[in-house]
């Protein structure tokens, strides 16, 4: 008996003392969602890859919004959403505890501007990711004067831009903005 407590003695402590001390979690521990919506372009690829449908986005037209949304109660912790995020605006972060007293507390919701074409005025994107796709052709050719003169290109939608673009006018103008002329 003796000897038994002399073991006991040795090992120490097997336990934690959880929930009075906070526990620690190991590297690259995948917790809870955290979303921040100034980063968020409304793109919606993490709607798209997440498989337990946890993150939504619905576009309203008539009010010219797009809303995204988050339900933790489904979420599965997978970090699909983090991979696919092409601005990081969901990372995971090593909070585990999510208990709620209503389940209200569960959703996060952000809502965005959608942008309109300015020939058919019909909505398409947001105006953050069509603000970011313009930058990011600024940094990319060097050359704002070129960029300029494809934003009317850009701000329209896919069905105008394929118009714009089959029609001879569209490709003649294209070809000169490619080529650096002036009409």
Request: aromatic letters at 8%.
């Amino acid at each position: 008996m003796l000897k038994l407590f002399k073991t006991i003695l040795k090992t120490g402590e097997a336990t934690v003392k959880y929930p009075f001390k906070p526990l620690e979690v190991c590297p690259g521990f995948r917790g809870k969602p955290v979303y921040d919506a100034e980063q968020c372009i409304a793109c919606g690829a993490c709607t798209v890859a997440c498989p337990a449908n946890a993150l939504t986005m619905e576009t309203d037209t008539t009010t010219g919004e797009r809303v995204w949304q988050i339900f933790y109660g489904r979420c599965i912790f997978c970090a699909r959403c983090e991979e696919v995020c092409p601005t990081r605006a969901i990372v995971l972060s090593e909070e585990f505890e999510l208990a709620v007293t209503q389940k209200a507390d569960l959703y996060t919701t952000a809502t965005f501007a959608l942008h309109s074409c300015p020939q058919c005025n019909q909505p398409f994107t947001t105006k953050k990711a069509l603000a970011l796709t313009m930058d990011l052709l600024a940094q990319s050719s060097g050359d704002p004067d070129t960029v300029e003169a494809l934003r009317e290109v850009y701000e329209c939608c896919p069905g105008c831009r394929q118009k714009y673009n089959l029609s001879t006018n569209g490709s003649l103008r294209m070809r000169q903005i490619a080529v650096g002329e002036k009409s």
